[in-house]
């Protein structure tokens, strides 16, 4: 495929057809992503491709307390799990909220499950004494998840970026005999897509690049 069709129309795909996404596809896939940039070339990143069905279980199951809060400030018109807005939800709220199993369990039936750590030893976190949340790290380690995608677009297959496994970090490490340096940065399901989509929607180039300032003059293209 052409880059631009590729990065036009590579989406979060959630939901697979039963068709198996080989070793040798998926090794091809990582093949490709594999050059992906990172901090000092430093490649501080570790992929658990999870098979065992024992273990994509136990995963859904440590989502669970994190999702429904998830699913519980979206139902109050909160942007869930942000940093700066002060949650109005209580205990009870994330008690009923819906079971995230309904939602996120078609995840965890991908025909190909990737479990992608970070090694923290090697990532520079110059945020890191900021007081706010860091998001320097993940510089180091989304530009390889993202050449997932891409790459897996480009064989005809889809997946989505989900970081909600970091909610139970310590219990997936141990799940995984993963040190707890190796920050879980993503789980990503791959597979054949039940439906590809091809024209996405997103905001124009002039509605989030400004010139000299946050509030300068639009960027304007040809």
């Given at each position: 495929m052409e880059l631009a069709e590729v990065m036009r129309t590579t989406f979060a795909a959630r939901e697979f057809t039963d068709e198996p996404l080989s070793d040798d596809t998926l090794y091809r896939i990582l093949e490709n992503a594999r050059f992906a940039p990172s901090g000092g070339n430093r490649q501080g990143w570790k992929i658990i491709v999870v098979k065992n069905q024992e273990s994509r279980q136990r995963l859904l199951e440590?989502?669970?307390?994190?999702?429904?809060?998830?699913l519980a400030q979206r139902a109050l018109g909160e942007n869930p799990w942000n940093t700066i807005d002060p949650s109005k939800v209580t205990d009870a709220d994330?008690?009923?909220?819906?079971?995230?199993?309904?939602?996120?369990?078609?995840?965890?039936?991908?025909?190909?499950?990737?479990?992608?750590?970070?090694?923290?030893?090697?990532?520079?976190?110059?945020?890191h004494s900021l007081d706010r949340v860091g998001v320097?790290?993940?510089?180091?380690?989304?530009?390889?998840?993202?050449?997932?995608?891409?790459?897996?677009?480009?064989?005809?297959?889809?997946?989505?970026?989900?970081?909600?496994?970091?909610?139970?970090?310590?219990?997936?490490?141990?799940l995984f005999g993963v040190p707890s340096y190796m920050a879980a940065a993503a789980l990503v399901p791959l597979g054949r897509p039940v439906k590809q989509l091809?024209?996405?929607?997103?905001?124009?180039?002039?509605?989030?690049?400004?010139?000299?300032?946050?509030?300068?003059?639009?960027l304007k293209g040809d």
């Open positions: 440590l989502i669970i307390p994190t999702m429904k809060r998830y994330i008690a009923k909220a819906p079971d995230p199993t309904d939602f996120f369990g078609p995840i965890f039936k991908a025909p190909a499950l990737l479990m992608v750590f970070v090694d923290l030893r090697f990532v520079a976190s110059f945020d320097i790290s993940g510089a180091s380690i989304y530009p390889l998840v993202w050449n997932i995608l891409l790459s897996a677009r480009n064989e005809g297959y889809g997946g989505t970026i989900t970081t909600f496994t970091a909610g139970a970090e310590p219990e997936v490490q141990k091809t024209k996405l929607s997103r905001k124009p180039v002039e509605e989030f690049t400004t010139i000299d300032a946050l509030d300068g003059p639009a």
